[in-house]
C-alpha cells in the first residue's frame, strides 16, 4: 500500500532524512517513534504531498509520487499534531 525506498531530505545543508526505507501492506498500523527533529513530521509532509522530497521512491496504493501526485492526494488524508493552514490551498484542498 505504502513503500517508500532510500527517501531523502535536506533543508540547505542540512539533511533531516538520511535514505529511509519502509513498507506498510493493506490492513497494518504503523508508527513513527524518535526524538524530536528525527524527521517523523518531514516524511508525513513529504507523504501527503506538502513538502518535496531530494530522491527516493515512494509509491502509495500503486502510484508512484513523482508520476501520479494528483491521483495520490485524492486517496489519503492527513491531520498532524499541530495543523497548520497553507495559504495556497483552498479550504476544499486542505479537508
Known amino acids: 500500500m505504502i513503500k517508500v525506498k532510500n527517501l531523502k531530505k535536506s533543508y540547505k545543508d542540512q539533511e533531516v532524512l538520511k535514505?529511509?526505507?519502509?513498507?506498510?501492506?493493506k490492513g497494518e498500523i504503523y508508527g513513527f517513534l524518535g526524538h524530536n527533529g528525527a524527521g517523523k513530521s518531514t516524511t508525513m509532509n513529504i507523504l501527503t504531498g506538502l513538502i518535496k522530497y531530494n530522491s527516493g521512491d515512494i509509491t502509495i496504493a500503486g502510484?508512484?509520487?513523482?508520476?501520479?501526485?494528483?491521483?495520490?492526494?485524492?486517496?489519503?488524508?492527513?491531520?498532524?499534531?499541530?495543523?497548520?493552514?497553507?495559504?495556497?490551498?483552498?479550504?476544499?484542498?486542505?479537508l
Not at 535514505?19 to 501492506?25: A, K, L, Q, R, V
Not at 502510484?63 to 479550504?91: N, Q, S, W
Open 19 to 25: 535514505g529511509i526505507d519502509f513498507e506498510i501492506s
Open 63 to 94: 502510484f508512484d509520487m513523482k508520476k501520479e501526485y494528483k491521483k495520490i492526494i485524492k486517496i489519503i488524508g492527513y491531520l498532524p499534531e499541530d495543523p497548520k493552514f497553507y495559504p495556497y490551498m483552498t479550504g476544499r484542498e486542505y
